[in-house]
């Protein structure tokens, strides 16, 4: 094994071993190619187990990460032939208390998710009881530990990690030898777990999990994390001390775990944050400018402010042998950004845009000032709507627009038996849901006309009218729960009609390409597999945007739109347009604040590095990166 090797990975440059880790760490380009990695290796057990005639045990867990995994599994079983009527599972955990028909319990996951479309015999398959009673659960967790010993151990162990550092739902605090256990959730565990159950309010308190010890006991171990949300707690995991406040570090002294990451979620590695700390490196532009910024930041220094002395202090004496002289290198990257401040963004002559949001209000949020620059400036902009946002409004939003159009029926003699009867059965559908449950087909309809008529609202704000707006409804979204389906050819076929339909010189695509699952990547994904359908007939320049979570890293930045006190407000106007995610919104992530202040918070933000590295200051800026061919 080759651990040696430091530079980021390249597109023929599949895979590799960072330096300077305490779990060996393969880092992999893109999600997809980590997902074909691990499945390869479970195939291989399985194979050469089925051919011994003996069984092979996995050890599986649920959530986001292990998707892709278990999507490639199925498909070496459709298409290869892959037999699975020799393994045996167990799974990691499941929260209790928990119906295990619910839509929110892992055993009806893992069936939707993997079981139903493999051989596994049901016998084979283990997966901790949610809906026993609470005095017989030590019981059980005593007897699922021998349940694995019985079948020989586990053999390969798929585990995810969590932002606290949990593997299973072992918490901060969790001991080396823990085993199968009832557990307290952490308050960071059921706050990521809000969005699965449609409000922190339904996640369960507790949980049943193998413990640490159950985990390190299996015979290999594949932790996987995919994106940059994951980059903090997974340096803690593999460059901290062994801690059970990050029970993932425990992994750190078993002889056979491996970290399989991408290279979002290792972009705060030392060996990929700064790698020439670690050793050799091709000296990049994207390299050089990502070292000098962060040598600016660092010290506190402009960049046109930076000596020789400042490189020479900070391990960086091996760029300026490789690039010449600190001033000139400094200059070089001033005057990038200098070109990069673009107060004309889809140029003087007038074009055909369109900006892609993959939920009703991504558009306005995230590039509002850009969107009203761009009309005020007199180019043909549209807007494509690719989601209907529905499973984001809250009941009683849906429910004061039931009685509204109840009220404006009755008012003006409108009203029929059948409307009546209609707006009955969705006030009787809304009183009679359980907390967590899905809504009806009728339900989400009227949600996302909510969405709908606000997004219209908006862009009219954004000076955007009604016959420039396009809602594409990607079928890949319409499932009414968070977890959606993959992105498939009918979704593509949607947006290549419309690009071929309009011909735009220039797009705007979401650029929250890190997180493997979410919407803005699973968009990206169907705009750029549009891109390929339509081929030569339709080349725009594609410029790609963050949502309302992250803002790009200077170094990342290709373009910035200034933003004037007044376009802020504007900006501003128009994200006030979409009430149904005022105040409080039903899916926040981890950041409560609303969405109008995100996004002046990190417009100025960005303003603020920028005038910190010595450029220009502004009110605000709206950072953008340019596609370079690779999702």
């Not at 908006?458 to 977890?483: M, N, S």
């Not at 373009?559 to 128009?574: D, G, I, N, Q, W």
Request: proline share 5%.
């Amino acid at each position: 094994m080759d651990t040696n090797v430091v530079k980021r990975p390249r597109s023929n440059q599949s895979a590799q071993y960072l330096r300077q880790t305490k779990i060996p760490t393969l880092m992999f380009e893109t999600s997809v190619e980590a997902d074909k990695h691990v499945s390869l290796v479970i195939e291989s057990l399985i194979r050469e187990n089925n051919s011994a005639g003996t069984p092979t045990v996995l050890g599986l867990p649920t959530g986001s990460t292990p998707i892709g995994v278990y999507r490639e599994l199925i498909r070496l079983h459709n298409e290869e032939d892959l037999d699975f009527s020799r393994v045996i599972t167990f799974n990691l955990d499941e929260y209790y208390p928990m119906d295990p028909t619910s839509i929110h319990s892992y055993r009806r996951w893992m069936n939707e998710t993997f079981f139903d479309h493999v051989n596994i015999p049901e016998e084979n398959i283990h997966i901790p009881k949610g809906d026993i009673p609470r005095e017989e659960v030590e019981a059980f967790c005593d007897d699922y530990e021998r349940q694995i010993e019985r079948a020989g151990g586990i053999d390969i162990q798929l585990l995810g990690i969590g932002r606290t550092g949990h593997i299973g739902f072992n918490e901060p605090g969790s001991s080396r030898e823990s085993l199968t256990r009832k557990v307290t959730l952490d308050p960071v565990t059921r706050g990521d777990a809000a969005d699965s159950f449609f409000g922190l309010e339904n996640v369960p308190m507790e949980a049943i999990t193998m413990g640490v010890g159950s985990i390190l006991s299996a015979g290999k171990i594949f932790i996987m994390a995919l994106g940059e949300h994951k980059a903090p707690v997974v340096k803690r995991a593999v460059e901290g001390e062994i801690t059970e406040e990050v029970s993932a570090s425990f992994l750190q002294k078993h002889p056979q775990a491996v970290f399989v990451v991408d290279v979002a979620a290792a972009s705060k590695l030392t060996a990929v944050e700064t790698p020439w700390i670690v050793g050799p490196v091709e000296w990049t532009p994207e390299l050089t400018k990502r070292a000098v910024i962060g040598l600016s930041e660092k010290i506190g220094k402009p960049l046109l402010k930076l000596n020789r002395d400042d490189f020479m202090g900070n391990h960086l004496h091996d760029l300026l042998r490789h690039n010449g002289e600190a001033e000139a290198i400094c200059m070089k990257i001033f005057d990038e950004f200098m070109q990069g401040i673009c107060t004309h963004p889809a140029d003087k002559e007038k074009q055909t845009v369109i900006v892609f949001s993959p939920h009703p209000d991504d558009d306005v949020i995230s590039m509002g000032g850009t969107l009203i620059t761009m009309v005020d400036q007199g180019h043909d902009v549209y807007i494509a709507y690719m989601t209907s946002g529905n499973i984001a409004v809250f009941d009683h939003d849906a429910l004061r627009h039931i009685d509204y159009v109840d009220e404006y029926e009755a008012t003006f003699g409108l009203a029929t038996e059948e409307t009546r009867a209609f707006h009955q059965r969705c006030r009787d559908s809304l009183a009679t849901k359980q907390s967590g449950d899905p809504d009806t087909e009728e339900l989400l309809n009227i949600k996302g006309l909510i969405r709908k008529t606000e997004a219209t609202t908006a862009a009219i704000a954004a000076g955007v009218p009604r016959e420039k707006l396009r809602f594409l409804d990607l079928p890949f979204y319409q499932t009414g729960k968070v977890t959606k389906r993959p992105i498939g050819e009918d979704d593509v076929h949607i947006v290549a009609d419309l690009l071929s339909d309009l011909n735009p010189g220039q797009i705007y695509v979401a650029g929250d390409l890190s997180d493997p699952h979410g919407t803005h990547r699973m968009c990206a994904k169907a705009i750029l597999a549009a891109l390929e359908e339509v081929g030569e007939a339709v080349k725009p320049e594609v410029w790609l945007y963050r949502g309302a979570w992250q803002e790009y890293d200077p170094h990342e930045i290709d373009r910035v739109v200034p933003l004037s006190f007044e376009l802020m407000h504007r900006k501003k106007l128009a994200i006030f347009r979409h009430e149904s995610q005022k105040d409080a919104a039903r899916f926040p992530g981890s950041d409560k604040r609303e969405f109008w202040l995100r996004a002046e918070e990190r417009t100025k933000k960005t303003a603020d590095v920028y005038n910190n590295l010595g450029l220009p200051e502004f009110y605000g800026l709206e950072g953008f990166a340019r596609w370079r061919g690779q999702l």
